[in-house]
């Protein structure tokens, strides 16, 4: 039976060599079996159909014998098919760069029975790990920003052998298990068939060459554990729970590798004068009795200091006043919110005698 590779992928006959290898590793995410909802047949499909749409002078000879494909390979086979069966399955194996499948099979375990690291030996440098910290400020840091100094025990890089992992001054040599070039074959029998993958090289880490002497301050690894001060800018607005990222100040790579990131998660202390709603700020001020009945002018605070507002005659308790663009400033617009005050009328107690008369002759 005829298999249409360009159907199973899901991609056009035109499609770059780069669609195909996204489009290749989005279904083979989807398809893997040991996720849910996972199908193992159509997964094998996938990973055979860019076994040859992957590779440049096979999907071309793919593309030029079409449906002859198959029964070629049953009578010699084209060059370059010498990894699949008459029926397209796996014969002596496949070969396939396991950097193509890391990012797939990410987290889900050397389902392969080895790891694209290279298996027992120090494997290719890895990205630094990420780190979230909580980070609490207070109700105005919130309101208008702040600028933060943090201290953090992390991985940084060695600062005796710049990362590389060798002593200053060792002999540098070509990798002799790799011969220079960084990366192995190895075979393994899997569930799919023997299969050849192309890893990076245990003993260099993917570098091809090797140090006479490792460095005596990292032991090799090109990183060293230290408390480093980092600062910080918080962003005027940012709420309680909001993430901050900053990219690349995690731990340091092995070897030279990428660095994490640091995650802080804002905790905004409260405040005994405001709340926050959004991006407007509430309060509550107190008036007296006869305030309300009167009218006045008191003071309210605010996070810009305090400010006047005029009560009107015959304030109810409850009322609430707004104040224009006095609230928070929008994190991700322009502008402020306001600075709603509710206005609670206290009611007198301890009267005398004289002042109880007064009050029911006016009839209140």
Request: charged residues 30%.
């Amino acid at each position: 039976m005829n298999k249409d590779y360009y159907n199973i992928l899901g991609v056009g006959k035109n499609a770059s060599q780069e669609e195909i290898k996204k489009t290749f590793r989005k279904k083979a995410h989807q398809c893997h079996p040991d996720k849910q909802g996972g199908d193992e047949q159509k997964f094998k499909e996938i990973n055979e159909a860019y076994q040859v749409l992957g590779d440049a002078k096979k999907r071309a000879q793919y593309d030029q014998f079409g449906s002859a494909f198959e029964h070629g390979q049953a009578g010699g086979g084209f060059s370059g098919f010498e990894g699949f069966s008459a029926q397209g399955g796996p014969a002596s194996g496949w070969d396939i760069n396991m950097e193509d499948l890391g990012d797939i099979f990410g987290g889900l375990g050397d389902i392969f029975g080895f790891s694209s690291q290279g298996g027992q030996g120090r494997g290719r440098a890895r990205r630094g790990g990420d780190i979230q910290v909580l980070l609490a400020i207070e109700f105005k840091e919130a309101v208008f920003g702040a600028e933060k100094e943090i201290n953090l025990k992390k991985n940084v890089v060695c600062d005796r052998c710049g990362g590389n992992g060798a002593e200053p001054d060792s002999k540098i040599e070509t990798c002799k298990t790799c011969n220079g070039s960084g990366r192995i074959i190895k075979t393994q029998r899997t569930i799919f068939g023997n299969m050849r993958a192309q890893t990076t090289c245990p003993d260099c880490g993917g570098e091809g060459k090797s140090y006479s002497r490792k460095c005596s301050k990292c032991h090799g690894n090109g990183v060293i554990q230290e408390i480093s001060g980092i600062k910080v800018k918080i962003p005027a607005g940012i709420d309680d729970g909001e993430t901050i990222r900053l990219s690349g100040h995690g731990e340091a790579g092995e070897r030279g590798a990428p660095a994490g990131d640091l995650y802080l998660k804002i905790r905004v202390n409260p405040d005994i004068k405001f709340k926050r709603d959004g991006y407007n700020i509430l309060s509550k001020a107190e008036i007296s009795f006869a305030q309300a009945a009167l009218g006045d002018k008191i003071e309210i605070p605010t996070v810009d200091g305090n400010v006047k507002l005029k009560i009107p005659e015959g304030a109810q308790s409850g009322k609430v006043f707004r104040l224009s663009g006095r609230g928070i400033p929008r994190l991700r617009g322009s502008g402020r919110g306001d600075h709603l005050v509710e206005i609670i009328v206290k009611t007198p107690t301890g009267l005398s005698r004289k002042q109880k008369e007064m009050l029911k002759e006016l009839g209140i």
